[in-house]
């Protein structure tokens, strides 16, 4: 089983700046992609943000140029420095990672998700 624990959100104004972090932990082989997803309050969860095994990253239209997205392999991290934050930004943040996982009988893949962290954007 692998874990994921979020950290750095908060509240924040217009213009502002916050660096959310992950941490996976467990009986990690590998992991693959790791990423960030988003729910606002009464709308539908969105990816916010993508990045593979090797660097390559891919991000939704209205955060381009604001929010970057980063990983630790070393660490089992991931990051998303949020820059221009908007009130519209406030949301959940979800951190999801996947890979492959050790259990008794080999590997097996795993797609964990946070638990979710709270940014609020004032006016």
């Known amino acids: 089983q692998v874990q994921l624990v979020e950290s750095g959100g908060g509240l924040v104004q217009a213009g502002g700046s916050l660096r959310l972090s992950c941490a996976a932990s467990?009986?990690?082989?590998?992991?693959?992609?790791m990423g960030w997803d988003r729910q606002a309050p009464g709308k539908q969860r969105e990816l916010v943000a993508l990045i593979t095994s090797v660097g390559s990253t891919t991000y939704a239209d209205s955060m381009k140029g604001r929010f970057t997205i980063s990983r630790d392999n070393a660490k089992n991290m991931v990051y998303l420095q949020m820059n221009s934050l908007k009130p519209e930004d406030t949301a959940v943040y979800y951190c999801?990672?996947?890979?492959?996982?050790?259990?008794?009988?080999?590997?097996?893949?795993?797609?964990?998700w946070g638990q979710g962290t709270q940014v609020t954007v004032s006016s």
């Open positions: 467990g009986r990690i082989h590998s992991i693959n992609a």
């Open positions: 999801n990672v996947q890979g492959r996982s050790h259990y008794t009988g080999g590997l097996a893949a795993f797609n964990s």
